[in-house]
């Protein structure tokens, strides 16, 4: 049986939680983050895709996570003031979570199964890897963290308008 991306719930990195459930008929763009890795500049292109986009239906879900070089070595707290200050992120961030191994999210288990990677491969291989879910809430495409967001957003109009 296929677990649902609406039956995940992500504590925020404000203590909230978000139940994705609440948005069904959305598009989501799910992308695991860091603070110090030589993709972070990506938090821009996200912030802008979501800009450009959010009004139309779609959420940007940033998910922070050390699990790559330890290249989110700070709290909640503190993330959030650097993407914030440094990028204007204005979409939700969760609270630091893992992606890989016996303690990953139970969401990312379902997108790693939904989405596998290259050869069949389930694990996240590094920082900002991205999944986009179609209004339905089936993961529809897996996109290395090369991709940058900006060249995702024609399959984001896509997702959007079907």
Known sequence: MTTSIYQHQLT???????????HAGKVLLIVNTASKCGFTPQYKGLESVYNEFKDKG???????CDQFGHQEPGDDKEIA?????????SF?????????GDNAHPLY???????PG???????KWNFTKFLVNKNGKVIKRYAPTTKPEEITSDIKD???A
């Open 118 to 124: 290259i050869l069949g491969s389930k694990r996240i």
């Open 81 to 89: 003031q650097f993407c914030e200050m440094n990028f204007g992120v």
């Open 92 to 100: 939700p961030l969760s609270e630091k979570l893992e992606v890989n």
């Open 58 to 64: 779609l959420m940007v879900i940033g998910c922070p």
């Open 159 to 161: 997702a959007l308008s």
């Open 12 to 22: 925020l990195n404000n203590g909230e939680t978000l139940d994705l459930s609440e």
């Open 109 to 115: 288990k379902t997108l790693k199964n939904e989405a």
